[in-house]
Each structure stands twice: as structure tokens, then as C-alpha cells.
């Protein structure tokens, strides 16, 4: 049955309107929105004073790697990086049981409601038993992901990883990766029935071949043949995330191996439009950086993982002076915080180019609201959703905001997402969180808040013990 909400203040697709009526369907989309409305006396939705805004995605994310946040900050010998951390969560990963996945990701998924988020692609690679082998359920472990979406009430866009080597040259894989190891003939099986089961638990899903070191040309043409194959009646293209040029030793193996750089080769195999999303694309020239700019490809910055594992920046100026799409993702989540990911962004530039308000719409704009919508709506473009801005035939996914709490006290319009953003004190600035139109927070607790808490404790004495 519809319902109905009246927002006194609310940022729409076209700006902010106040006294709006919205009427949500029965699977949690818009399907009117009228403005300068009044109550009427029959009314019996829901009036919500405060200010709204459209709901954070989360466009990159490895639930499992949550549960291991902060072990991961002691040194070894030697000089850490990316690698050393990479021997760190392989350990980890393989103590890892379907029950804990799906506790773990649930435990995430509300936290990520908690902080805004109100979608998530799931990046997900851990498909198979602790000795390698498949589970008599080929799709166990993705099964757990839709469980801890329903569980939490986030929306989900799976992204099922196809991995089958170790290193560029086809290197086969490591005893550490056997987890993660699909054939050609294996990944098809498993996106057969992941196809079925998004439908039955009414989530999207997608292909995320791993990266150029772990597939080769033919397994990514593969994927995408079989992608479309299972969704080729769909109006939207299912979407297509891929790691890459995260590390300067990928660029370094990929042109020792290929004779290019990693974006460029991608490029010059594949037709990259709306439907990719490339996963953080740290280490690009100028030259990729225009052409997946005007690709519309979505790249995924994940700043807090990209800083946690010292990737190094993403040319977003310059992305931005073409037009690139982009969306933010909190990875190995050592923060899931949808304001912290976009403060960093735009510090990190700051202290780069020592200047201020970097990423706006020209001259006297707002910051943080530019942040905050290119974000949503690049996310939302990335997970092949309808969501990322409040509009007709989208999901009604939003945030309200608290007014009188100390961080945005006495401001108004833009002015309440710049201090959202950048004004962070201890404090709760939001008082509920709505997904396809159903509050799951309110007043920063969760509707499951206590089991599911319980339950992660429970799992993470037993991972850590």
C-alpha cells in the first residue's frame, strides 16, 4: 500500500523546496512529488520537520575486511604497504565461515545505515570453504551478503569477484587465494543462481572481474557476455566494477607485462561507458584521465582505505575539469563515515594545492553540497540503482537531518550539508535514516540494534581468539 510523506524542507533532484508531498509504491519508489503543498485533514503519512537530504552510496565495499580494521597497524619487518597488508588479510579471511560472513556484513551494513550510507556494492571475493572447495550451495557466501542486506535493510548491489590468477602473465594463484578462485565455467554457474537470487530478494547485481593481474582479456570479455546474457531484457545495464592502477607496482607489472598502462589498456579493450566503475584508478596520466572522464565510466575513490594503505591521491582537479562521474566507497572500511570519506577528499586536495573550497560549482557554491550530490548520484550510476537524489521513479532513500543539533544550528539551504560535512563534533546530526522508504535508524539506533550487536561481538571473539 503507498504511503505518504510531507517534508517541511527538502533537498529535491532540482534544488530545495519546502512543503512537499511525496508518495511512495509498495517496493519503495517515488512515484509523486508535489511542492508547496499543504496537510490536508485526511493526511495519514508521516510530517517530518526537519531537513532531508538524498542518502550516501556506498559504491565499494569488502564486508568481511571490517572485522579486521585496526589489526593491521603494527609493523612488521621492514617498510609496510599495501602488500604486508595484503599477507594480514589473507590470514584473516580464512578463518572466515558463511555464519560470520553474514553476522559481520550485517553488523557493517547498519553501521553504514548508521552514517549515511543508504546503498552498497558489495565487492565480493570470498566465495568458497576454508580448504578452497565450493559449498554444496555454489553461491553460499553470496547468499550470506542478500541475507545481511535484508537483515540490515540496506540496499545492495552484489558484486560477485571473478579471480583466477595471482599475478599478470596468468601466474597461478597463491594457497592464500584459494578462496576466491572461479574457472570461466565456475563463475558463470555462480552468477546463474546470484541472478536468481537478486530477483528473489529484490536487490541488483553486477560482475566485478578482480583486476588486469587477476583475469586476463578473454575472462573479462567472458563475464560481460554472461552478465548481459542473464540481463539482457533489463532497461539498465547491469554494471561492471574492476579494480585498478591502485598501487604503482600494478602500473609497473601491467606495462612490464602488456607494454601499457593499466587504465589505457582497458580502455583500448574495452568500450568503457556508464555501466563501468573503476575502483580507485589512483596512479592515471592525463591522458587516462580524459578519457574515462568522458567515457561516463564511474570511478570509486575510497579515500580513508586509499590513505589507510598509502596508494596515494586521485587526480580528482583534473577529473573534475572533464566532467568525470564519480562515487565514493569506504573499501576495508577502517571508517564508515560518508562525511569523512568526502571531508578527506577535499582536504587532501586542499593541503595539495594550498587553497580552499576546491571542489565546487564556480564562485560563491557550496562545497559540501556539491560533494555530497555528485557523490550520491555517481554512486547510485555506478550499482546500476535508482537512487543518489530525490525524485519521481527513484528510491526513497534519504536522511534527516537534526536542525537543532550543535553542528547545524542556526543554518540553512547548502549551508546545512556544508556543516554536515565539515563541521564534526561529537554530536548526532542525523535524526532518522530512511531506506526505499522505511525509517531503519532513528536517533542514531538501528531497529535490530541489539542482536545484531550481540551477535557480531559473539563472532569476532571467536575470529580473534
Not at 551478503?145 to 548491489?157: D, H, Q
Not at 583466477?164 to 563463475?187: A, C, N, V
Request: hydrophobic share 40%; net charge negative.
Amino acid at each position: 500500500m503507498a504511503k505518504q510523506i510531507f517534508a517541511k524542507h527538502i533537498l529535491l533532484a532540482e534544488g530545495w523546496a519546502e512543503n512537499v508531498l511525496l508518495t511512495i509504491d509498495d517496493l519503495g519508489y517515488i512515484t509523486a512529488i508535489e511542492e508547496k503543498s499543504t496537510i490536508r485533514n485526511d493526511f495519514k503519512g508521516e510530517l517530518i520537520a526537519n531537513s532531508i537530504i538524498p542518502g550516501m552510496v556506498n559504491n565499494h565495499s569488502h564486508a568481511f575486511q571490517w572485522a579486521m580494521a585496526g589489526l593491521a597497524e603494527q609493523s612488521g619487518k621492514g617498510s609496510d604497504s599495501f602488500w604486508s597488508w595484503r599477507k594480514i588479510m589473507y590470514d584473516f579471511v580464512s578463518k572466515i565461515t558463511p555464519d560470520d560472513l553474514e553476522i559481520i556484513a550485517t553488523a557493517l551494513y547498519m553501521q553504514m545505515l548508521k552514517a549515511g550510507y543508504t546503498s552498497v556494492g558489495e565487492f565480493h571475493y570470498l566465495h568458497h570453504d576454508a580448504n578452497g572447495e565450493h559449498f554444496s550451495n555454489q553461491a553460499e557466501m553470496s547468499q550470506r551478503i542478500f541475507e545481511a542486506a535484508k537483515n540490515s535493510g540496506i540496499n545492495l548491489t552484489l558484486l560477485p569477484v571473478f579471480y583466477r590468477y595471482s599475478g599478470f602473465g596468468e601466474q597461478p594463484p597463491s594457497d592464500e587465494q584459494k578462496r576466491f578462485i572461479h574457472t570461466q565455467g565456475e563463475y558463470a554457474q555462480l552468477l546463474d543462481v546470484i541472478s536468481k537470487l537478486a530477483g528473489d530478494y529484490q536487490q541488483n547485481f553486477g560482475i566485478a572481474p578482480h583486476s588486469l593481474r587477476a583475469v586476463n582479456y578473454s575472462d573479462i570479455e567472458f563475464a560481460i557476455n554472461h552478465l548481459d546474457k542473464l540481463t539482457g531484457q533489463s532497461s539498465i545495464q547491469a554494471p561492471v566494477h574492476i579494480h585498478i592502477a591502485e598501487q604503482l607496482k600494478e602500473v609497473n607489472d601491467c606495462l612490464a607485462h602488456y607494454g601499457d598502462r593499466p587504465v589505457n589498456w582497458l580502455s583500448e579493450n574495452f568500450e568503457l561507458n556508464s555501466r563501468w566503475c573503476l575502483v580507485h584508478a589512483t596512479h592515471m596520466n592525463d591522458s587516462e584521465v580524459k578519457k574515462v572522464a568522458k567515457s561516463k565510466a564511474v570511478t570509486s575513490i575510497c579515500t580513508t582505505t586509499e590513505a589507510n594503505l598509502g596508494d596515494g591521491f586521485f587526480a580528482m582537479p583534473d577529473y573534475k575539469a572533464h566532467s568525470g562521474v564519480w562515487g565514493i566507497g569506504s573499501d576495508s572500511h577502517i571508517s564508515v563515515n560518508a562525511t569523512e570519506e568526502l571531508r578527506w577528499l577535499e582536504y587532501q586536495n586542499r593541503l595539495i594545492s594550498n587553497s580552499r573550497t576546491v571542489f565546487t560549482d564556480g564562485d560563491n557554491s557550496s562545497n559540501g553540497y556539491w560533494l555530497w550530490r555528485n557523490a550520491a548520484r555517481g554512486g547510485s550510476q555506478s550499482l546500476g540503482g535508482r537512487s543518489g537524489e530525490i525524485a519521481i521513479n527513484k528510491k526513497a532513500d534519504f536522511l534527516v537531518l537534526n536542525n537543532k543539533d550543535i553542528t547545524l544550528a542556526g543554518k540553512t539551504g547548502n549551508q546545512l550539508v556544508d556543516a554536515y560535512i565539515f563541521n564534526q563534533q561529537l554530536s548526532e546530526p542525523l535524526v532518522s535514516v530512511w531506506v526505499s522508504g522505511n525509517k531503519l535508524v532513528e536517533k542514531s539506533q538501528h531497529a535490530n540494534q541489539d542482536l545484531i550487536t550481540k551477535n557480531y561481538q559473539r563472532v569476532i571473539q571467536k575470529l580473534l581468539n
